[in-house]
């Protein structure tokens, strides 16, 4: 195998070839079509073989597609209701395509084609240019510019870089890590064992190596620029990214919620596609996170949409979230009252 094949390929590049096949078919992919076609899975598949970590990824890749607002449709074969293995997946180009409505100038429109071929370069490999070609031998062939197609992805954080490039070298780190409810960084020195993302955020995975105690720290806490200590330590042996995972979705998995939300709005249409959401006989929904201080910034950004039922410490996060808010406003309207009396 060619080490072009063998390369890690970005979630970035995975996640566009998947959107970019999805929208090219009208009948849309199986599993197995994705899986052995599409750049970032194709890769790793194994021809009759056990690909159940790459189904993993495939399932997670799907809801980090439709937390995006990407229409992603499943389909089922005549007859075969319920067997995954015919499952068909597309994505239809009239939910995803602009509104109607929405034109731009030719001014606009030469800005968006130059941004368009700028984002294109940068972003898609030569690997990925040849995945677009196999996908055409499928007779999966788009017309439609790729700029209409570019994904809403989350912007990697500052700490990425530094933390893959010390992840090739197995060198061991140094950085400010500020935990909810502490009011000073804790400096943490570690071996990085993998970089993940799960639910839309990127975490590492590392090691203490005067403890031997593995953990997992979510990038965006960490408050300070990368140092590398000049110290290396043994390549791990293992899937240590699948074990990450699969350790997030254990907390994923163990931690619940229940909360109300009012009917036909933005809260109750975003939180009844979240993964794993359950609709209670009380018409409320059950909830999965892995932390409790992002998932209470999320819910306390629906405002009055959102009720937290349970557990008692996220509704009180999110109470005392709100009542922040209220704080602000009263503290910006006092200041414009100011500024008018005295103006």
Request: glycine share 6%; hydrophobic share 40%.
């Amino acid at each position: 195998m060619s080490a072009a094949s063998t390369a890690k390929i970005p979630v970035e590049e995975r996640l566009f070839s998947l959107v970019l096949a999805l929208l090219a078919t009208e009948n849309g992919l199986t599993k197995n079509e994705v899986l052995s076609t599409v750049q970032g899975y194709r890769q790793r598949f194994k021809p009759g073989g056990d690909n159940a970590n790459l189904e993993r990824q495939f399932e997670r890749d799907k809801d980090d597609i439709r937390d995006l607002g990407v229409p992603l449709e499943t389909i089922e074969s005549p007859g075969q209701a319920g067997n995954n293995q015919t499952l068909r997946y597309r994505i239809p180009r009239g939910a995803y395509e602009l509104p109607g409505d929405i034109t731009f100038s030719a001014e606009e429109t030469t800005l968006l084609n130059l941004a368009a071929m700028v984002w294109r370069e940068g972003s898609l490999s030569g690997e990925s240019r040849r995945a677009v070609m196999k996908l055409k031998g499928l007779g999966l062939v788009s017309d439609e510019p790729v700029l209409g197609y570019a994904p809403r992805l989350r912007v990697r954080d500052a700490a990425f870089e530094p933390l893959r490039a010390a992840l090739e070298k197995h060198s061991i780190v140094r950085f400010a890590y500020l935990k909810p409810g502490e009011a000073e960084a804790r400096v943490r020195q570690v071996a990085p064992l993998a970089l993940v993302q799960h639910q839309g955020r990127w975490h590492l995975n590392a090691e203490e190596p005067d403890t031997g105690i593995t953990k997992t720290f979510l990038l965006r806490r960490i408050v300070s620029p990368i140092s590398l200590i000049g110290k290396t330590f043994p390549a791990p042996t293992g899937d240590q990214t699948a074990r990450a995972l699969a350790e997030l979705e254990e907390v994923w998995d163990s931690h619940t919620a229940e909360v109300e939300v009012v009917a036909e709005s933005d809260a109750a249409a975003r939180l009844h596609k979240r993964r794993g959401t359950v609709t209670l006989p009380s018409g409320a929904l059950r909830l999965h996170y892995s932390d409790a201080n992002i998932f209470a910034d999320e819910l306390a950004g629906y405002g009055p949409e959102v009720l937290v039922l349970s557990p008692p410490e996220l509704r009180s996060a999110v109470r005392s979230r709100l009542l922040r808010t209220v704080e602000q406003h009263r503290a910006e309207q006092r200041v414009a009252a100011t500024e008018v009396s005295n103006g």
